[in-house]
């Protein structure tokens, strides 16, 4: 059984830091392209940042240069970095894994900008 479990969401002030993790298990980690989406109420679901199984990475507009992706396959875990966050930045953050599109999704990690 394939699972997905975020962590490291809350609260934060903007301008402030976050670092969420997503530890995979029954897949084979290091085959499976991850990614962390997100979907503010009202508003359409969206990439935020993908890695591939080789390492590479791309990233929505709105986080160029404040967010950063990276994955241990070691650990079967998968980061995001968020840094300069922004009130706009709220939202329930999800990891999925996938071969080409997402196959499996988390539940979820909270994440609130606000002063």
């Known amino acids: 059984q394939v699972q997905l479990v975020e962590s490291g969401g809350g609260l934060v002030q903007p301008g402030g830091s976050l670092r969420l993790s997503c530890a995979a298990s029954?897949?084979?980690?290091?085959?499976?392209?991850m990614a962390w989406y997100r979907q503010a109420p009202g508003k359409q679901r969206e990439l935020v940042a993908r890695i591939t199984s080789g390492g590479t990475t791309t990233y929505a507009d709105a986080v160029k240069g404040r967010f950063t992706i990276s994955r241990d396959n070691a650990k079967n875990t998968v980061y995001l970095q968020m840094n300069a966050l922004k009130p706009e930045d709220t939202a329930p953050y999800y990891c999925?894994?996938?071969?080409?599109?997402?196959?499996?999704w988390g539940q979820g990690t909270q994440v609130t900008v606000s002063s």
């Open positions: 999925t894994a996938g071969l080409v599109i997402p196959l499996h």
């Open positions: 029954g897949i084979i980690f290091s085959r499976y392209n």
